[in-house]
């Protein structure tokens, strides 16, 4: 085991809901024998961080005053007796903290449980390594570990040019399925990029795009990534039977007799889980090797807001990510 005798980092600290980031020095807690210490170079801001931000969270609660943060890419500068995966120098991102009490990524050093992590893949920077963690095991979890998504499914995702959008594209793609995917005009051919079918909102309101599509069979795999009434619009999707609608935004009050009518069946998902319960840690490790795999064959690739964010500019990267004008995903460079 590598020892440093560092065991402080400078943090972007939040006080209290809705205040600035405050940048100061606090105390790291010493390392386990299952952690590693990772040196972090660029942070990804989603919009739950803004949530938990403004104390609106109720479901990923972070007691203040607390480090935000989720999503990192970075180096492994230490690690625990019995970590084997990685070893000092290694290049690894992953879905970290920010929630349940665990320090967040917008920190200089974290120490992390390395079954959370999984090595970078060589051919992205750090940035965009860092954009991807809670949206593509959100999207994995949904079409793979719930939907078994193969060859032979037609797939519809809600919002395939979002952040868990776009991945869920691009992962039903690599496993051969048919995708179909809703944009508005100005997103309609990123979407085909992709390799899905857009599909304008206006027709899935009126629901003419299940005849249009699928000859009103409906749809094997419905994956909603906006909630509320899209929520109950997917509820109407899936096939006879077979038909399975997996949700990352399942909260309210839904009816499901539109699904029952249907025969079809429901999943929701909450990525969040391993950080707040301890369990499961592993699988999040595993899915994010499979996201490395993808981006090394050219398979899968992450959009970008164009903007450069740093340490200084935290309360800028929240903002626009909070006023919902981000055109990519915000990643704040650490280093």
Do not use: C
Not at 25 to 40: S, Y
Not at 263 to 271: H, K, L, N, R, V
């Amino acid at each position: 085991m590598n020892t440093l005798k560092t065991q402080n980092t400078d943090a972007m600290v939040l006080n209290e809901a809705g205040g600035n980031f405050i940048k100061k020095t606090i105390e790291l807690p010493t390392l386990g024998p299952d952690q590693v210490k990772v040196e972090i170079y660029a942070s990804g801001v989603n919009p739950l961080d803004t949530k938990i931000w403004s104390g609106q969270a109720e479901h990923a609660q972070q007691p203040l005053p607390a480090v935000l943060g989720m999503d990192l890419a970075g180096k492994v500068v230490e690690k625990g007796n019995n970590v084997e995966q990685f070893n000092i120098g290694d290049e690894v991102f992953g879905l970290a903290g920010g929630i349940g009490g665990n320090q967040g990524t917008m920190a200089q050093f974290i120490i992390v449980d390395a079954s959370l992590l999984a090595k970078k893949p060589t051919n992205i920077s750090m940035v965009q390594a860092a954009a991807l963690p809670l949206i593509f095991i959100t999207a994995w979890e949904g079409l793979v570990d719930r939907a078994k998504v193969d060859q032979s499914k037609t797939v519809f995702v809600q919002a395939g040019a979002g952040g868990v959008g776009h991945m869920a594209i691009q992962i039903a793609k690599a496993f051969g399925a048919n995708v179909y995917a809703t944009a508005s005009e100005k997103d309609q051919e990123l979407i085909r990029t992709y390799g899905a079918t857009p599909i304008a909102f206006a027709e899935m309101e009126s629901g003419s795009y299940i005849d249009s599509y699928t000859n009103g069979e409906g749809f094997d795999i419905v994956f909603d990534t906006l909630g509320g009434t899209f929520l109950d619009a997917a509820f109407k999707a899936p096939k006879i039977y077979t038909g399975h609608v997996v949700t990352s935004l399942g909260w309210g009050a839904h009816s499901l007799a539109p699904l029952s009518f249907r025969g079809a069946s429901y999943s929701g998902i909450f990525t969040l889980l391993p950080l707040i319960t301890g369990k499961g840690k592993a699988n999040h490790g595993k899915i994010l090797t499979e996201a490395t795999k993808l981006v090394e064959a050219g398979k899968l690739n992450v959009r970008l807001h164009p903007t450069d964010y740093t340490f200084n500019t935290v309360d800028q990267a929240h903002l626009l990510v909070r006023e919902g004008k981000a055109k990519g995903k915000v990643v704040i460079r650490i280093i």
